[in-house]
């Protein structure tokens, strides 16, 4: 069993900030709590007065973006709330992200109670929307930024797509299979240009490839099998761990040794299968520091967060 490190907090997103604080978001009493390691201690918590639907850390500055009906900015540091809020969704958001330069946010219409906002807009941090684009049929489930008007988009319904703000018009789209089992979530590396998606399939043995794309034409690079039917599993969240992938599966088994905590990693260059984090319940959110030193997965169950040292894992 891989060592790792436990966080009691049931939190429901989770991000590290850029100087290597965990933030965690999300479940009854609603709140925004700080931890910092080597202990992770709970340093700061500030109550929140709605449901947190989504959570992103700026990737050049201590602050964080929280999704809810609007979304707001926050110290990192100090948790208190920045001036400007990112308006006009009409119901709760499905998802948030930052460009790589920390200048603009990218926000996706959600649906967790009521019907989904179908748009993707684009913000600067004074609040000020600069574009929009008519988007997926269903929730955003995942925003990921390639530059600061071209969004990588996973919904419930379409699929994964690529969104040019600029141009306002969608780029690219990877459809969701016909199956009741939609694609799994993504990671994108800004720098290379490439993203890195669970796709179901249907019909075969894979129930899960892993596929390299091109994240500003959707061209495919690659494909690899990830898991099998026998697997019995879903993908909750990617992650990128320096050469390497990080994947949370949660187990469809009934059994609780087959229902262990499992984070893949898997090779970014030949989608080889490497180690398996493993902790005390099945995971689901992971969170990566910037340094890649650190991999933060929630545990369901409301049994915490593990947080894994990957120095060792990863030879760093």
């Given at each position: 069993?891989?060592?790792?490190?436990?966080?009691?907090?049931?939190?429901?997103?989770?991000?590290?900030?850029?100087?290597?604080?965990?933030?965690?978001?999300?479940?009854?009493?609603?709140?925004?709590?700080?931890?910092?390691?080597?202990?992770?201690?709970?340093?700061?918590?500030?109550?929140?007065?709605?449901?947190?639907?989504?959570?992103?850390?700026?990737?050049?500055?201590?602050?964080?973006?929280?999704?809810?009906?609007?979304?707001?900015?926050?110290?990192?540091?100090?948790?208190?709330?920045?001036?400007?809020?990112?308006?006009?969704?009409?119901?709760?958001?499905?998802?948030?992200?930052?460009?790589?330069?920390?200048?603009?946010?990218?926000?996706?219409?959600?649906?967790?109670?009521?019907?989904?906002?179908?748009?993707?807009?684009?913000?600067?941090?004074a609040g000020i929307e600069l574009a929009r684009v008519p988007g997926p049929a269903?929730?955003?489930?995942?925003?990921?930024?390639?530059?600061?008007?071209?969004?990588?988009?996973?919904?419930?319904?379409?699929?994964?797509?690529?969104?040019?703000?600029?141009?306002?018009?969608?780029?690219?789209?990877?459809?969701?299979?016909?199956?009741?089992?939609?694609?799994?979530?993504?990671?994108?590396?800004?720098?290379?240009?490439?993203?890195?998606?669970?796709?179901?399939?249907?019909?075969?043995?894979?129930?899960?490839?892993?596929?390299?794309?091109?994240?500003?034409?959707?061209?495919?690079?690659?494909?690899?099998?990830?898991?099998?039917?026998?697997?019995?599993?879903?993908?909750?969240?990617?992650?990128?761990?320096?050469?390497?992938?990080?994947?949370?599966?949660?187990?469809?088994?009934?059994?609780?040794?087959?229902?262990?905590?499992?984070?893949?990693?898997?090779?970014?260059?030949?989608?080889?299968?490497?180690?398996?984090?493993?902790?005390?319940?099945?995971?689901?959110?992971?969170?990566?520091?910037?340094?890649?030193?650190?991999?933060?997965?929630?545990?369901?169950?409301?049994?915490?967060?593990?947080?894994?040292?990957?120095?060792?894992?990863?030879?760093?």
């Open positions: 069993m891989t060592n790792h490190q436990r966080i009691a907090d049931a939190g429901r997103h989770i991000v590290f900030a850029a100087d290597g604080a965990l933030l965690v978001s999300g479940k009854w009493p609603e709140g925004l709590t700080r931890y910092v390691g080597p202990t992770w201690d709970a340093v700061k918590r500030v109550a929140l007065r709605d449901l947190t639907c989504a959570l992103a850390a700026s990737p050049t500055a201590l602050e964080v973006c929280l999704g809810m009906k609007t979304a707001m900015f926050f110290d990192a540091h100090s948790l208190k709330k920045r001036p400007g809020s990112l308006k006009g969704h009409k119901y709760q958001l499905g998802a948030v992200a930052y460009a790589p330069d920390g200048l603009r946010v990218f926000t996706g219409g959600g649906g967790h109670i009521t019907p989904p906002d179908h748009t993707i807009r684009l913000f600067d941090r269903g929730e955003v489930r995942r925003l990921g930024a390639l530059d600061d008007t071209f969004v990588v988009a996973l919904d419930t319904t379409e699929g994964l797509a690529g969104y040019d703000m600029a141009a306002d018009r969608r780029r690219w789209l990877v459809p969701q299979p016909e199956s009741v089992i939609p694609h799994g979530p993504f990671a994108l590396d800004a720098a290379e240009g490439r993203v890195y998606a669970a796709l179901h399939e249907d019909g075969g043995d894979s129930a899960y490839v892993l596929a390299v794309l091109d994240a500003r034409t959707g061209d495919e690079l690659s494909r690899t099998p990830l898991f099998t039917w026998a697997d019995r599993g879903h993908i909750d969240d990617v992650v990128l761990v320096g050469s390497s992938i990080a994947i949370s599966m949660g187990q469809n088994a009934g059994s609780a040794a087959a229902r262990k905590a499992r984070v893949h990693l898997f090779d970014r260059a030949t989608g080889a299968r490497g180690e398996i984090l493993e902790a005390t319940e099945q995971t689901g959110r992971l969170a990566v520091s910037p340094d890649g030193r650190l991999l933060a997965a929630t545990m369901q169950g409301d049994l915490g967060i593990a947080v894994f040292d990957m120095r060792g894992v990863l030879g760093a």
